[in-house]
């Protein structure tokens, strides 16, 4: 008769399975597939301490850039859409978000940490805010107060925020991809 094993984490679950690492019995729910075979989370948890590489400097760099060149590229969004037509911000948006990436990744040298990616959004996202709440707001002034009389006046009033808004959504996740290293491949 072979022995009866319980899950480390779980002592009333019965378990035949072992994190490959540790040799500790875990239960299905305690159990991490890695690309090597099971790992128990304190095992797995381990593991991506030594693949956090930045430090606190790193994440005061990201934030700060990171969210001034949000600003310049909210920035440029507006300048660009008031000279030329704001269709070219599909394009211009992602190029945007690909600069900001590859240089903020080129300053840390490309230490890396998952909060790190999620810092460089807050970052994007705050950078832009200003510009946004300025347009929003003073669209809103102008259309309580101001009485805009066609639709076609309404579409000019916030067409700078909806280019504002394509700039953050588009230039977020390409910043993100690039910072992170996250590749693409066919």
Request: aromatic share 14%; with cysteine.
């Amino acid at each position: 008769m072979s022995e009866i094993h319980y899950c480390v984490n779980h002592p009333k679950r019965e378990t035949v399975l072992r994190c490959n690492r540790c040799e500790q019995y875990i239960c299905t729910a305690c159990a991490v597939r890695t690309p090597t075979g099971y790992r128990c989370k304190t095992c797995v948890q381990e593991q991506q301490k030594v693949f956090n590489t930045a430090g606190i400097r790193d994440y005061l760099i990201v934030f700060f850039l990171g969210g001034f060149l949000s600003f310049l590229g909210g920035l440029g969004t507006l300048l660009i859409t008031s000279i030329i037509w704001g269709f070219f911000m599909f394009f211009l948006a992602p190029a945007a978000g690909v600069f900001i990436g590859n240089v903020l990744r080129s300053i840390i040298r490309g230490r890396h940490a998952r909060a790190l990616n999620w810092t460089l959004v807050a970052a994007m996202i705050l950078g832009a805010l200003p510009i946004l709440l300025v347009l929003g707001l003073g669209s809103m002034v102008v259309v309580l107060f101001g009485g805009l009389e066609s639709l076609v006046d309404t579409f000019y009033m916030f067409s700078p925020l909806f280019w504002q808004l394509v700039y953050l959504i588009m230039a977020t996740p390409v910043a993100y991809a690039q910072f992170s290293g996250i590749r693409i491949v066919k």
